[in-house]
């Protein structure tokens, strides 16, 4: 995208009918370090990238628990995500002390979009800096959405947003299908897959991983690491005799990594280009 | 002085027998203020439904009320329906002030308006009306302006029974059997004696018309002009009105003043 007359101000129009700033600030979304989210009927995943700023310093919290039945994994400016991780808080905690029944999360996610779309309309406001993946249950089941800075939402089987998505897309596309009917074990696997492929080569350690569940029966918590490690061992120790899997993998990850999406080579080759703000 | 001339009103207008002096002395020195501020509060209820009955049985909830409303103690209005459907999965019945129980139905109706607008699969069950009631009970009495009504709830969702009871200041529980008022007292003895788990419709009704025998011939504000509502998996259904049958045939009535202390 190149600057232009009309990418000012939130409250202008281009000719073609664009607002500049909100697509900018869905360029923030992906310059953020990766999350991930997929669901079966009965519980979601959501897990995504530690991305420390230095090796002195600790990774930045990306998923939040809203409620025992809600989660979010955030990509972007994480202080955004901050914000209204407060803001779906307190919308659940509200609704339960007035009903003492948890918030069915397909009308969280619409609060939440309807907060993010008066900030593009008002002048004197900016776009959220980040996108939302919220994973949680109401009465029809699981549910996975995606909440933009425009103000949309949409609601998906699997999805990936943050730097070097597209791998992980790539890998949720193949294998999305299944996910319905998949057991709480194969969709933790497939998550965990599914962050190795934005790693793009890099050893996948449960150090550089946060992984969280929540299902019917199971409220939202994180895996610790010994878990997410062992499953780790499931397919990285013996990659040569896990034929079915390893090699696939392995095939999978090497094309992935040949052509990297535009996202994913922008903000690989110069992390040092990620505004500061964004971990 | 205005204070004195409300706490006099409120003594001898209509001798309504659950009658409250609520007057609450405000110290700023302004009379004229009082009376004003004090009116705007409910002080007493005007016209009251008496008690509601209701039991959960084997297919759901059964309700019971009877359609008087009282005017102090003018039994003035006899078609009065103090059980009315909330959504698909809940009944609301109530006692006391009849205004109130009007108004609390048409926050209801707002309510439920909302939540059929979401358009999105989940509704509102009866549980989460029930502590809705309750938080708009609670906060009404903290502003010690409340709404003169006991509430029953009632309702099925996902095969689920559920039954529960708000009172005016703001207490709230659930429980297997419910009643309000005078039921509290005649009703629930019978119930807890007689009340089991999976009785079927027409052992309930008879349960619940047992009730309401004994609270007509007890209770002065009871009417004998009953419906009974139920409340199942598949929706709500209140039954036309109808009449007890009833015996005043025993000695004891026909001479009640025979054998007793001091007669002759």
């Known amino acids: ?279 | 002085r205005e204070e004195t001339s409300d706490r006099e009103r409120g003594r001898g207008a209509i001798g309504v027998s659950e009658k409250m002096t609520f007057t609450i002395p405000i110290e700023n020195g302004n009379g004229v203020k009082n009376a004003e501020a004090d009116s705007q509060r409910t002080l007493y209820p005007y016209v009251t439904g008496t008690s509601v009955v209701a039991i959960k049985y084997k297919d759901g909830i059964l309700m019971a009320s009877d359609m008087g409303g009282s005017y102090g103690s003018t039994l003035r209005y006899k078609n009065i329906e103090r059980m009315k459907a909330i959504g698909k999965h809940s009944l609301l019945g109530a006692s006391g002030e009849i205004s109130d129980f009007q108004e609390i139905l048409r926050y209801l109706d707002e309510l439920m308006l909302n939540d059929n607008m979401w358009d999105d699969g989940n509704s509102l069950g009866p549980k989460e009306v029930h502590n809705y009631l309750t938080r708009v009970m609670y906060n009404r009495r903290n502003k010690f302006n409340p709404l003169w009504n006991t509430l029953v709830l009632g309702g099925v969702k996902n095969g689920e029974k559920y039954l529960g009871m708000v009172s005016m200041i703001g207490v709230s529980f659930e429980d297997n059997h419910v009643a309000t008022g005078f039921g509290n007292h005649l009703a629930r003895p019978i119930l807890r004696d007689e009340w089991r788990e999976d009785l079927s419709f027409e052992e309930g009704v008879k349960l619940l018309e047992k009730c309401m025998r004994v609270l007509l011939y007890r209770d002065r504000s009871a009417i004998n002009k009953l419906q009974i509502a139920k409340m199942t998996e598949e929706g709500v259904t209140v039954s036309e009105p109808y009449s007890l049958k009833t015996f005043w045939d025993f000695k004891a009535f026909t001479n009640p003043t025979v054998g007793a202390e001091g007669s002759w």
């Not at chain 1, 923030?28 to 897990?47: E, N, T």
């Not at chain 1, 074990?185 to 492929?197: G, M, S, T």
């Not at chain 1, 034929?243 to 992390?271: H, L, N, T, V």
């Open chain 1, 1 to 279: 995208m190149f600057r232009n007359q009309y990418d000012t101000d939130v409250t202008t129009w281009s000719p073609t009918g664009r607002l500049f700033q909100v697509e900018y600030a869905m360029e923030a979304v992906k310059q953020g370090s990766a999350a991930i989210g997929l669901r079966s009927r009965s519980h979601v995943v959501l897990a995504c990238v530690n991305k420390a700023q230095s090796e002195l310093s600790s990774h930045q919290r990306k998923i939040f628990k809203v409620d025992d039945h809600i989660g979010v994994a955030i990509a972007g400016l994480t202080a955004d995500g901050r914000v209204l991780s407060r803001y779906m808080r307190s919308e659940s905690i509200n609704h339960s002390f007035t009903y003492e029944s948890p918030l069915p999360v397909g009308r969280l996610v619409v609060h939440l979009a309807d907060k993010a779309q008066v900030c593009t309309q008002r002048s004197w406001k900016r776009p959220y800096g980040v996108g939302l993946l919220v994973g949680g249950l109401d009465e029809s089941g699981a549910h996975l959405y995606y909440n933009c800075p425009s103000g949309n939402y949409f609601e998906y089987q699997a999805f990936a947003i943050g730097s070097r998505s597209q791998a992980a897309k790539t890998y949720l596309e193949r294998r999305f299908e299944s996910f319905g009917d998949s057991s709480r074990e194969d969709l933790i696997k497939d998550a965990i897959l599914a962050v190795r492929e934005t790693l793009q080569g890099e050893t996948l350690k449960s150090s550089l991983c946060t992984v969280s569940i929540l299902g019917v029966d199971e409220p939202f918590h994180f895996l610790d690491q010994e878990a997410i490690q062992k499953v780790i061992d499931t397919f990285e120790k013996v990659p040569e005799e896990d034929e079915g899997e390893g090699e696939a993998d392995e095939g999978e990850a090497e094309a992935a990594a040949a052509a990297p999406a535009e996202q994913g080579g922008g903000a690989g080759a110069g992390d040092q280009d990620v505004a500061p703000m964004e971990m």
